[in-house]
């Protein structure tokens, strides 16, 4: 499968970029746009360099933020570390000093650690913002080991390491699962860098409340057909090549099937517009897709662990998930603050299925405990937009500036 899909790859990105060029030299001639159907190829030389995937992370393009008092502010973006499976990458606005640290853990989905742009340039307003930037898996040697869902926590427990004592932790859908893990494991071990408080955004903690569509899609086949259709081998011309992968390709795909005529539509519209002149929104429609088209492959074993154990059969919930061959406890969180946060319409995780995080932390007391379901906003409402920066984003920052 995935061979395929890489020999019509090569055979087309000569063809998109030739027309991504063709288009950047249009675009230094701005008396074209007035030729008869200058605009109009230029609007169709943009869809032809559209149609197609990238495999690598965007840049974050998070250098300044805007004031209240309309001035602006610099950002400094910084990796931080360096690992095999992921890069620590600090965004900090400069000259503040002793602001919060948060650890951002993004999802591992099939989108770059970019999909949280939004939600950085919100938090980065009052906050020292550590962000989990994962690598693509098809780039890194099979030498470099496996890496499943205990490697993934590995990361986590890591990153707060690199970040010491006194640091905040944040997931954000998938990951709220091995947030919460690590989270256990640090507090049963006296870890000293342990995190002052735990927030979960819309995440599968129990995605046996209110399942969802995505829910019941994983219970209708067994593991082994996940592996079996879904997933494949990197070809040879990677470094990652031989890997089992679950290709960004194939996730892109089935989310594309699931809203094609939008998609179609979204196309439409951006030529549409491109022709009436209306550069600003069709600007925004371009770089949409420009962000949702770049993809990543994920680790098979990760993948399909992930499936099984938080989908299939529940174990974080069921007090039955381990970690190196060691039982998961929530109930040994006794000190940290607790926030879990949901989306009315979220059609991904449904209502309650982040809040059973509650529930399970049974060990804290309820004056560390908190919840937010945030009206009017599906999934990724939770973390960016407008109601993510204006009503939930000061929630979370009260809380964090409380424990701090």
């Not at 069709?282 to 949409?288: K, L, P, T, Y």
Request: hydrophobic share 40%; aromatic share 10%.
């Amino acid at each position: 499968m995935y061979q395929h899909y890489q020999a019509i790859a090569n055979a087309s990105d000569p063809v998109r970029k030739l027309a991504e060029t063709s288009q950047s030299m249009i675009s230094y001639w701005p008396a074209a746009k007035n030729l008869p159907y200058g605009r109009w190829v230029e609007a169709y030389l943009e869809q032809v360099s559209l149609m197609g995937l990238t495999h690598q992370r965007p840049p974050f393009l998070i250098d300044a933020i805007e004031n209240a008092d309309g001035s602006r502010t610099h950002i400094e973006e910084t990796t931080m570390s360096r690992r095999v499976f992921c890069d620590l990458v600090r965004f900090k606005k400069k000259g503040a000093e002793d602001l919060p640290r948060i650890l951002l853990v993004a999802p591992m989905s099939g989108h770059f650690a970019t999909l949280l742009r939004g939600t950085v340039q919100t938090l980065v307003q009052d906050h020292d913002v550590y962000l989990t930037d994962w690598l693509n898996i098809r780039d890194i040697p099979m030498s470099a080991g496996k890496f499943d869902l205990d490697a993934y926590i590995d990361e986590i427990i890591e990153s707060l390491h690199v970040l010491g004592p006194g640091a905040h932790l944040m997931g954000v859908c998938q990951p709220t699962v091995a947030c919460l893990a690590a989270a256990s494991l640090m507090s049963e071990d006296n870890d000293p860098c342990l995190p002052l408080s735990l927030t979960l955004m819309a995440g599968p903690i129990d995605t046996r409340i209110n399942p969802t569509q995505v829910n019941e899609l994983a219970m209708t086949k067994p593991i082994e057909w996940f592996e079996k259709n879904l997933c494949s081998h990197v070809p040879l011309q990677f470094s990652g090549a031989g890997r089992k992968v679950y290709p960004g390709f194939v996730q892109l795909s089935a989310f594309m099937n699931m809203n094609l005529e939008r998609h179609q539509k979204s196309f439409k519209d951006l030529f549409d517009l491109r022709l009436s002149g209306e550069e600003e929104k069709a600007n925004a429609i371009r770089d949409f897709y420009q962000e949702y088209f770049a993809i990543m492959d994920l680790s098979a074993p990760f993948y399909l662990e992930t499936v099984e154990k938080v989908f299939q059969k529940h174990l974080l919930p069921k007090g039955e998930l381990t970690y190196k061959d060691r039982l998961v406890n929530p109930a040994a969180i006794r000190k940290i603050f607790l926030m879990t946060v949901e989306g009315e319409r979220d059609d991904i995780c449904g209502i309650g299925q982040t809040l059973a995080a509650q529930d399970l932390c049974n060990k804290l007391p309820a004056y560390k405990k908190t919840h937010h379901l945030q009206a009017g906003v599906g999934h990724y409402g939770v973390f960016s937009g407008r109601r993510w920066a204006s009503q939930i984003y000061p929630v979370v920052r009260n809380l964090i500036q409380s424990v701090t």
